[in-house]
C-alpha cells in the first residue's frame, strides 16, 4: 500500500503532515478493502464512518429522478442515444448493472441506497458527447446522503505551497 501511495506522489512528501483519526481510518479502510481485479482495473470498498446511520431506501426517490431523464429522451432523441450508450458502458465493464423487479422487493425494507444520477453533455469533446454524473449527495427522506456517511480521506495531493 504504501509503495503505492509513494508511485503516486512521485516522490513529494510532506514531512509535517498529521492525519486526523478519521483520515487514517480511511486509509485504513482503503488497505484492507483493496484489490486488483485483473490487469487494469482495482476495486476499493466504501469507507463509511465509524458512527453512521442508516440510509433510508431512496428507491422512490430516484425512480422519479429516472423518470425526469427518461422525459427528456422523448424532446431529445440524441441525449437518448448518448446516455443508453454511456449506460450500456457501465454494465459492460462491470461498473454498473440492471436490477430485477424480484430484487427491488427483496430490498424494501433493507438498508439500500440507489445512486440518482444524471447525464451532462461535453460540448466540443470528439470521444464523449455526454457522461452520466452520479450523485451521492443526493439525500434520503430524513435528510442524509451517502456522502455523509463516507470518510473523505486524508488529501490526495501535497501543497504546492504553505503559507
Known amino acids: 500500500m504504501e509503495k ?6 512521485v516522490g513529494i512528501v510532506d514531512k509535517g503532515l498529521v492525519h486526523t483519526e478519521d483520515d487514517q481510518l480511511a486509509l485504513d479502510l482503503f488497505g484492507k478493502s483493496l484489490k486488483r481485479c485483473d490487469d487494469r482495473h482495482y ?7 465509524k458512527d453512521r446511520v442508516c440510509l433510508e431506501n431512496n428507491f422512490m426517490q430516484a425512480k422519479r429522478l429516472l423518470e425526469s431523464i427518461e422525459k427528456r429522451f422523448d424532446k431529445c432523441r440524441e441525449f437518448k442515444i448518448q446516455y443508453c450508450k454511456a449506460m450500456k458502458e457501465y454494465e459492460e ?5 440492471k436490477v430485477s423487479q424480484a430484487e427491488i422487493e427483496d430490498l424494501k425494507n433493507e438498508e439500500v441506497y440507489y445512486i440518482p444520477h444524471r447525464g451532462v453533455a461535453r460540448i466540443g469533446s470528439v470521444s464523449t458527447a455526454l457522461r452520466v454524473v452520479f450523485n451521492g449527495s443526493s439525500p434520503d427522506r430524513n435528510g442524509v446522503s451517502l456522502n455523509d456517511l463516507l470518510l473523505s480521506g ?8 504553505k503559507y
Open 4 to 9: 503505492f501511495w509513494t508511485l503516486e506522489s
Open 43 to 49: 476495486e476499493v470498498g466504501l469507507p463509511f464512518r
Open 93 to 97: 465493464n462491470g461498473y454498473a448493472r
Open 154 to 161: 486524508p488529501h490526495s495531493r501535497t501543497a504546492l505551497c
